[in-house]
Each structure stands twice: as C-alpha cells, then as structure tokens.
C-alpha cells in the first residue's frame, strides 16, 4: 500500500499568515499516461465529514476559496493557505487515489491552528 | 442539491452486526460509487471499500474483507454497509462518501457520519 506522511502534525499560524502543509507519499501518484497526479487534499472541522478541497494535486473543488491551492508532483506535495482566516482551523488530510480499485490511502492528518 | 444522508447512531455488543444505509438525493444514484470512510475517536480516516451503484460490484480492503459486506437498493437510492462481528475498536463515525467518476476515487459529496458504538 502506498503511505502518506504528512507534516507537520500540528502547526499554530498568526492570522493573515501563510500555512503549509507537506504531504509525502511512499512511491509515485503521477499517472503518466494522464498526466495527472492522483492526489487530494480534505479538510474537517470538528464534528463534521471532511470536505474536498484539492483533486488531481492543483485543482480547486468548487465553492473553494482561492486563498487554497495545491502543488507538487510525483511524492511530495504541498497545500497552502495564503491568508490565514479564522475558519480554516480544521485538520487537513491528503488522500492518493493512485491505486485503484483499492486501496485508498489517507495522511495521519495535520492539525492548524491559529497562534 | 447533491446530498448523502446515513442513518443514525448505532450501539452493539460485541461480536454483533450492525448495518449502516446511506440515502442519495440530487443525482443518479447508479452513475457514481460510493465509498465507505470511516474514523475512530480521536484518529485519523481509514478507508473501507466501494460499491457500484450500478451493477452492485465491490471492492473491500484487505483488512475488512470477511467482516464487510456493501450493498445498494437502487429503487430507493440507498447503499448499505454492514461489519459483523464487530470489536470495541470498530467504534467509529462510518461516512458514506462519492466518487465523482469511474475510476477516479476521490470524494466530492461526504454524508454526515454514523457513530457506531461497540460496547458490552
């Protein structure tokens, strides 16, 4: 199974700061033949389901504010937040969709914060 | 509007069964699969399987196979997912998720989450 290790596990940012989350993967989620890397980033607050955020690495989910964007290729990858906003307190989850049929894989999940 | 809406929270004793629905609105229901999430207190998401709405064919995760079996009624637009012989560390929030087409297995519509409780 491929592994995402994300980090850090917990970050703390000042609003109106930058956030970023790395999101590592133990082999390759580019699918050369697509040209796309298979790759997704959630987000969940408390007592809610996760909401898409990032798919196919860069491309924002709809209804998504663009102060998201994703990057990265291959293994690393990265979500950055540009400006911290109240509401973005959530942990965040990256998700490879490489392997299917099965399985898919999560990060452990990173916890932001605002200091 | 596109929606997922699962049934309530569940207890169960040990080694019991228990069997989760999840009713789709806004959309046809046989044109996407939905997959099962689901997340222990405190932790992280781990991932469980699909069903084809369409055809009823699966896919389960190693882990869970023997235990999980998915089902659908698509004359109401419902999956079902049902883990038997259950253990205290099945206790979790199990989410019903979609995927936005064949193949492409992230989820774009998540349903609300049914707390499953195994306790003696």
């Known amino acids: 199974d491929i592994v995402l290790t994300q980090s850090p596990d917990s970050l703390a940012v000042s609003l109106g700061e930058r956030a970023t989350i790395n999101c590592k993967s133990s082999?390759?989620?580019?699918?050369?033949?697509?040209?796309?890397?298979?790759l997704a980033w959630y987000q969940q607050k408390p007592g809610q389901p996760p909401k898409l955020l990032i798919y196919?690495?860069?491309t924002r989910a709809s209804g998504v504010p663009d102060r998201f964007s994703g990057s990265g290729s291959g293994t690393d990858f990265t979500l950055t937040i540009s400006t911290l906003q109240a509401e973005d307190v959530a942990v965040y989850y990256c998700q490879q969709y490489y392997t299917t049929p099965r399985p898919v894989t999560f990060g452990q999940g990173t916890r932001l914060e605002i200091k | 509007q596109v929606q997922l809406v699962q049934s309530g929270a569940e207890v169960r004793k040990p080694g019991a069964s228990v069997k989760v629905s999840c009713k789709a609105f806004g959309y046809t229901f046989t044109g996407y699969y939905i997959h099962w999430v689901r997340q222990a207190p405190g932790q992280g998401l781990e991932w469980m399987g699909w069903?084809?709405?369409?055809?009823?064919?699966?896919a389960y995760e190693q882990k869970f196979q023997g235990r999980v079996t998915m089902t659908r009624d698509t004359s109401i637009s419902t999956a079902y997912m049902e883990l038997s012989s259950l253990r205290s560390d099945d206790t979790a929030v199990y989410y019903c998720?979609?995927?936005?087409?064949?193949?492409?297995?992230?989820?774009?519509?998540w349903g609300q989450g049914a707390l499953v409780t195994v306790s003696s």
């Open positions: 069903i084809n709405p369409n055809n009823g064919a699966t």
């Open positions: 998720a979609r995927a936005p087409a064949i193949l492409t297995y992230y989820f774009d519509y």
């Open positions: 082999q390759s989620v580019f699918y050369s033949y697509h040209k796309k890397n298979y």
């Open positions: 196919w690495a860069s």
